[in-house]
């Protein structure tokens, strides 16, 4: 059986502080990283409709983003089946509209990959500045290390770069 085909999928506004998250996690991982053949890293910013032909190639999507989950911030959640809807709380956000417009036209046409989020509780999601807030740039190491576990509980691999 070949493996699986995972789509690691950074979502997010770069320009509003914690709402950047995924992208900064696209963003950390392909800096210091390389994959397995069958794992695709994507930084799909605030992409949304776009996204649909990467997401129907894969088996597997792990996408990385902020989500609204009532926690304190800085809190990890991994979100699946249907508690993915609770990842969509950003209503604000164009992207997160988009994604789950996106994962509905996948079911239509028979083509949904199995997919998680893996995400953090933010701060501040509505300021214009591109880093994190300080809660979220504290649980950043847990939540690249929570990503990478998930990546190879789904078959993928990360392997480490030289000079990272």
């Keep these: 059986m070949p493996d699986p085909r995972i789509l690691l999928l950074g979502v997010g506004n770069l320009l509003y502080a914690d709402e950047g998250l995924g992208v900064h996690a696209a963003r950390h991982l392909e800096g210091r990283y390389s994959f397995s053949p069958n794992v695709t890293l994507l930084d799909g910013g605030t992409l949304g409709k776009l996204l649909m032909a990467?997401?129907?190639?894969?088996?597997?999507?792990?996408?990385?983003?902020?989500?609204?989950?009532?926690?304190?911030p800085g809190t990890l959640y991994r979100l699946e089946d249907e508690d993915l809807r609770k990842s969509l709380g950003f209503h604000d956000s164009q992207h997160q509209v988009d994604l789950e417009d996106v994962l509905v036209s996948c079911s239509l046409i028979g083509s949904r990959p199995s997919a998680v989020v893996m995400g953090m509780e933010p701060l501040d999601w509505k300021s214009l500045r591109m880093e994190l807030s300080p809660p979220c740039q504290a649980a950043f190491p847990r939540f690249m290390e929570k990503i990478l576990q998930e990546l190879a509980a789904a078959g993928g691999r990360a392997f480490p770069l030289e000079n990272s």
């Design 54 to 72: 990467s997401i129907v190639d894969c088996d597997r999507l792990i996408v990385m983003d902020a989500v609204l989950g009532g926690g304190e």
